[in-house]
């Protein structure tokens, strides 16, 4: 499992186990080429994200007298530690960053929750839905007189949460090796989906974005920015914000007499429903043949299914194939250093001794023999942690 290459090939990554933009993380710095090793713990968590793979695992039970002293010895031979407790949590266990850096001074130790380590909510239980809800981000999204609707947990998890930890981690670690100190990173999905939010603030404060859902430019207030059903009830999406790709829409919409007034309020509501009859007078399949190639800036809605045969996705090889079943590629791209899928994971615990031995930790014979690590397999699906709620 150790890594071959990669611009983070020699960066060795403890993740202490849990669910969402953690191990998203840890995936992304396994394809990235650093050797992640992830912590599971002896009774496995019935809750996984498939997020597990790349990396080899070692089973600590950190109920036993020797589970935190364990963590900290593997700590010792890192230069990244990732955990996803609640505020608190790791400090109980003996775990949190005042013990690893006192232990590892050029460690850089990424904290992963929802509401941040501070804060009235920091201690309270939450998901994806409940971090966006409360920036704003949610109030957002939907058509105007309808409800917030919901996007997956992508915006929140793995945009405002995975991302930002890694921006963290890696320019900490450029820090780490530039100076030899090493420090916490307070990963927080309501700060970095804020910060994600940078332009709609920009927005609201110059252009008169409005909180009034569906009414915006970018939310579907504007029918040259929507989505149109078509005859087969397929979709379309349309982004011709710019003139010259709006004339190009229209044009290959047969609409001549909608070529002037893209930006007049007033023409807007027949506009939409002219755009709305012209979609649905043919199928999706014939609108991909009318828009190929164009500068229209108009493109099907394809299911997650369809994506994978998609030709232009298919051929950037956007997507890979590993233990039989369809996966994202690493993203991005680099030219000297290129990446690698992530492979399917491993057993869970089946690590151990290995990692210990490849590691170099201290007294590996010992933590083995007493029971703190695990050497063999475990059984189960692995994942969770003391505590999952972020």
């Given at each position: 499992?150790?890594?071959?290459?990669?611009?983070?090939?020699?960066?060795?990554?403890?993740?202490?186990?849990?669910?969402?933009?953690?191990?998203?993380?840890?995936?992304?710095?396994?394809?990235?080429?650093?050797?992640?090793?992830?912590?599971?713990?002896?009774?496995?968590?019935?809750?996984?994200?498939?997020?597990?793979?790349?990396?080899?695992?070692?089973?600590?039970?950190?109920?036993?007298?020797?589970?935190?002293?364990?963590?900290?010895?593997?700590?010792?031979?890192?230069?990244?530690?990732?955990?996803?407790?609640?505020?608190?949590?790791?400090?109980?266990?003996?775990?949190?960053?005042?013990?690893?850096?006192?232990?590892?001074?050029?460690?850089?130790?990424?904290?992963?929750?929802?509401?941040?380590?501070?804060?009235?909510?920091?201690?309270?239980?939450?998901?994806?839905?409940?971090?966006?809800?409360?920036?704003?981000?949610?109030?957002?999204?939907?058509?105007?007189?309808?409800?917030?609707?919901?996007?997956?947990?992508?915006?929140?998890?793995?945009?405002?949460?995975?991302?930002?930890?890694?921006?963290g981690i890696l320019s900490a670690l450029h820090h780490a090796r530039a100076t030899g100190q090493g420090q916490v990173v307070d990963a927080a999905i309501v700060d970095g989906l804020t910060h994600l939010s940078s332009m709609v603030w920009a927005q609201r404060r110059y252009h008169g974005w409005s909180?009034?859902?569906?009414?915006?430019?970018?939310?579907?207030?504007?029918?040259?920015?929507?989505?149109?059903?078509?005859?087969?009830?397929?979709?379309?999406?349309?982004?011709?914000?710019?003139?010259?790709?709006?004339?190009?829409?229209?044009?290959?919409?047969?609409?001549?007499?909608?070529?002037?007034?893209?930006?007049?309020?007033?023409?807007?509501?027949?506009?939409?429903?002219?755009?709305?009859?012209?979609?649905?007078?043919?199928?999706?399949?014939?609108?991909?043949?009318?828009?190929?190639?164009?500068?229209?800036?108009?493109?099907?809605?394809?299911?997650?299914?369809?994506?994978?045969?998609?030709?232009?996705?298919?051929?950037?090889?956007?997507?890979?194939?590993?233990?039989?079943?369809?996966?994202?590629?690493?993203?991005?791209?680099?030219?000297?250093?290129?990446?690698?899928?992530?492979?399917?994971?491993?057993?869970?615990?089946?690590?151990?001794?290995?990692?210990?031995?490849?590691?170099?930790?201290?007294?590996?014979?010992?933590?083995?023999?007493?029971?703190?690590?695990?050497?063999?397999?475990?059984?189960?699906?692995?994942?969770?942690?003391?505590?999952?709620?972020?």
């Amino acid at each position: 499992m150790r890594s071959t290459g990669g611009p983070l090939a020699g960066v060795r990554v403890l993740e202490l186990a849990g669910i969402g933009p953690a191990p998203m993380a840890a995936m992304t710095l396994a394809e990235l080429g650093a050797d992640v090793v992830r912590v599971d713990r002896p009774v496995p968590s019935l809750v996984t994200d498939g997020l597990n793979r790349g990396r080899r695992s070692v089973v600590v039970d950190l109920k036993h007298p020797e589970g935190a002293e364990a963590v900290l010895r593997l700590a010792e031979r890192a230069d990244v530690l990732i955990e996803a407790y609640r505020p608190g949590v790791a400090e109980r266990l003996g775990i949190g960053p005042e013990s690893v850096l006192r232990r590892n001074p050029r460690l850089v130790y990424g904290r992963m929750t929802g509401w941040g380590q501070s804060g009235p909510r920091a201690i309270t239980a939450g998901h994806d839905i409940n971090y966006v809800s409360l920036t704003g981000a949610l109030a957002a999204i939907g058509r105007a007189g309808g409800p917030p609707q919901v996007p997956v947990n992508l915006l929140g998890d793995f945009g405002g949460g995975s991302m930002y930890l890694l921006v963290g981690i890696l320019s900490a670690l450029h820090h780490a090796r530039a100076t030899g100190q090493g420090q916490v990173v307070d990963a927080a999905i309501v700060d970095g989906l804020t910060h994600l939010s940078s332009m709609v603030w920009a927005q609201r404060r110059y252009h008169g974005w409005s909180d009034e859902r569906g009414t915006n430019l970018l939310d579907t207030g504007r029918p040259f920015y929507d989505v149109y059903e078509t005859s087969d009830g397929g979709w379309f999406a349309v982004g011709a914000l710019e003139p010259q790709f709006y004339a190009r829409l229209v044009e290959l919409l047969e609409l001549p007499e909608w070529a002037e007034g893209q930006y007049d309020p007033a023409r807007w509501p027949a506009m939409r429903e002219a755009f709305t009859v012209a979609f649905r007078s043919r199928t999706r399949a014939e609108w991909e043949r009318v828009f190929e190639g164009s500068d229209a800036c108009a493109s099907p809605v394809l299911d997650w299914a369809e994506a994978v045969r998609d030709p232009h996705l298919a051929a950037r090889a956007t997507h890979d194939r590993v233990d039989g079943g369809d996966v994202p590629s690493p993203a991005p791209r680099f030219s000297a250093t290129p990446t690698r899928t992530a492979a399917a994971p491993r057993p869970v615990g089946g690590d151990g001794e290995a990692v210990l031995a490849d590691w170099a930790v201290r007294d590996s014979s010992g933590l083995l023999s007493g029971g703190a690590v695990r050497g063999g397999e475990a059984e189960g699906p692995g994942a969770g942690a003391p505590d999952d709620g972020r």
